[in-house]
């Protein structure tokens, strides 16, 4: 496991430059009249990271429901913006937004593309906390969706706590994912009937983590940069490493799939045959499980 994760850590490090920590130009926004407003959190207990790429006002909406459902907690938010692709409509940039909008929120602003697995190991560097909360800009987290999550999280055998994800007309839109031998992903849309279950996969639309567990790891491995696959690939590393996936449920957020970018940037069969070559082993075990098929709804890329 040290010898992958120093691996994965090398060549994340080389993808950013040397120093992850220092590659984006850090602000606190502070609107005067925001619609959002993140209290100081000296100590924080959750660092929430969220990553965007011409993500257009739907952020707002995530931070918002964010502030609405957090209460006391001490958490800080540190959202990662990443220059929008090419050729994207024209608008308010994401880092606008959130100056004119919010206040307290921690914005890194990046001269280059990192990708999803980039941009969160971005953010899981500056955060402070010991937990760490993945999040895409699109879910919109539902009251009472956090607590569950940390809980999950006093197991020192589970690694990741993930919600139910739900799509907006409240239909499951998966509660963690089985994967082929052909590294076919098939979303579960059955809600779990035990407070947690073990998983073989889950979206990084949210995540819950120890951030000395995704460090120990590498983060994601940028292989599979932009986008695409690296959430999964993390899943099976952190397997490998004897720490469990879960998804906890009485834990809801809602994604509005897809939306966190304004078009797919990625050939996903690409990184699907990069995720299929390096697991090939572990994919024909699983594929050989009972049970780890006959849930599939459809075959797809792992879900952002």
Known sequence: ????????????????????????????????????????????????????????????????ALAATLGDLAYEVIVVDQPPPPGADPGLPTATRLRLLTSGVRLIECAANHGFGGGNTVGVAHARAPIVVLLNPDAVVRPG???????????????????????????????????DGEAGAHPITRRPVEASVDVVHTSAACWAIRRADYELLGGFDPHYHPAYYEDADLVLRMRRAGLRAVVVGASEVVHHLGSSTRRRTTNVFTQRAIFRTRWATELAHLDAEPGTTDLATRSSPPSR
């Open 145 to 179: 969706w956090l607590g569950p999550l940390l809980a999950a999280l006093d197991d020192p055998t589970i690694g990741i706590a993930a919600p139910v994800l739900v799509n907006p007309d409240g239909t499951v839109q998966e509660a963690g994912q089985t994967l």
């Open 1 to 64: 496991m040290d010898a992958v994760a120093d691996d994965v850590r090398t060549r994340m490090l080389a993808h950013l430059g040397d120093d992850p920590a220092a590659i984006g130009v850090e602000t606190v926004t502070a609107a005067v009249h925001p619609l959002v407003e993140v209290p100081p959190a000296p100590e924080p207990a959750v660092s929430i990271v969220t990553v965007t790429y011409g993500t257009g006002p739907i952020v707002v909406d995530a931070l918002a």
